[in-house]
């Protein structure tokens, strides 16, 4: 999607707000869900004050004069809203599909065999070390309690138990990794990852993924084609 291409990203997000709706998840649980990528976003905030186009107003800060373009409050607006529909649209793909059709998919897409099983792993160990984390924090809660039922300790040495948590659950993760791989071996494992074939695509599933590319294209000419002029 070009830059100033915010009808087409218009028309992008209320696709992705027809298909929640369809998906019986609400046509704005998918927007609120996104939000959590906002930080990320602000990393293309100095597009507003180092592009030179379009002079908008100018903030001095001491010795530091920041000038607002219109071209950076263009670019970095086509930059959040396409960061903001792109979580969007994952977040409906994972909101909607099975984690291991996800995985099955990847994996019929090429990505590297390596990368597959680090991802299949990652999702099946990641409510164990969840599960991990949580018993340390109450184990710190407990030990850091006082007779008024509030929280104990100075903020220093919350910090420095939370620095020695993090430390402990790398390392308990590292030996369980050890402990896993031990085991896989054991069993006869030689470093490669078998897995049975996939289905094969169904006559509406191919006309389905077609009818789908087509309108992409579509899509994507569109988005290029109505485009602000100067």
Do not use: C, N
């Amino acid at each position: 999607m070009p830059v100033g291409s915010f009808a087409g990203l218009g028309m992008a997000w209320l696709a992705i707000i027809g298909a929640s709706v369809v998906a019986h998840l609400g046509p704005l649980r998918t927007a609120r869900a996104a939000f959590f990528a906002l930080p990320f976003m602000l990393a293309a905030l100095p597009l507003v004050f180092t592009r030179s186009g379009d002079p908008i107003a100018t903030i001095d800060l001491g010795p530091l004069s920041l000038t607002i373009s219109g071209q950076g409050l263009q670019e970095f607006a086509t930059i959040a809203l396409k960061s903001w529909v792109s979580v969007q649209a994952a977040l409906l793909l994972a909101f909607t599909t099975p984690f291991h059709d996800l995985i099955d998919a990847l994996r019929e897409l090429r990505l590297p065999r390596i990368m597959v099983a680090i991802i299949g792993f990652m999702y099946r160990y990641l409510a164990v070390m969840t599960g991990e984390a949580s018993r340390m924090m109450r184990a710190r809660t407990s030990r850091s309690a006082d007779p008024t039922g509030r929280g104990g300790g100075s903020i220093r040495w919350r910090a420095a138990v939370t620095g020695r948590m993090v430390g402990s659950l790398f390392l308990r993760s590292y030996e369980r990794s050890e402990r896993v791989f031990a085991a896989m071996q054991a069993r006869g494992f030689d470093g490669e990852f078998r897995y049975l074939p996939g289905p094969a695509l169904r006559p509406a599933e191919l006309a389905a993924f077609v009818v789908i590319a087509v309108a992409l294209i579509a899509f994507s000419v569109a988005a290029q084609l109505w485009l602000p002029h100067a």
